[in-house]
Nanobody, 121 residues
């Protein structure tokens, strides 16, 4: 079983910065893909950014140039550095990973519990 533990959410003024962290645990798993999604009240969950174990990244258009995703493969941890935050970035942010069971080679997706980011205007 895989667990994702997030940290770093909170309240910040517009224009400010926050950094999210998410650590994945699971002794017989590898994590070829990790990332972040977000969901605002009344809206669908949307992709924010993803990163492969090889370091390839992708971003939602709305955050490109402001957010940076990175990961530490030795720690199975993914980070999201969020700069120039806007009111519309206010959401619950969810860590996400695609994990491969190294014993069965099967893939499965996992989600963190979510962390609230509130940007005050």
């Amino acid at each position: 079983q895989v667990q994702l533990v997030e940290s770093g959410g909170g309240l910040v003024q517009a224009g400010g910065s926050l950094r999210l962290s998410c650590a994945a645990s699971g002794t017989i798993f590898s994590f070829p893909l990790m990332g972040w999604y977000r969901q605002a009240p009344g809206k669908q969950r949307e992709l924010v950014a993803t990163i492969t174990s090889g370091g390839s990244t992708s971003y939602a258009h709305s955050v490109k140039g402001r957010f940076t995703i990175s990961r530490d493969n030795a720690k199975n941890t993914v980070y999201l550095q969020m700069n120039s935050l806007k009111f519309e970035d206010t959401s619950v942010y969810y860590c996400y990973c695609t994990a491969q069971n190294t014993a069965t080679t099967r893939y499965r997706n996992y989600w963190g519990q979510g962390t609230q980011i509130t940007v005050s205007s």
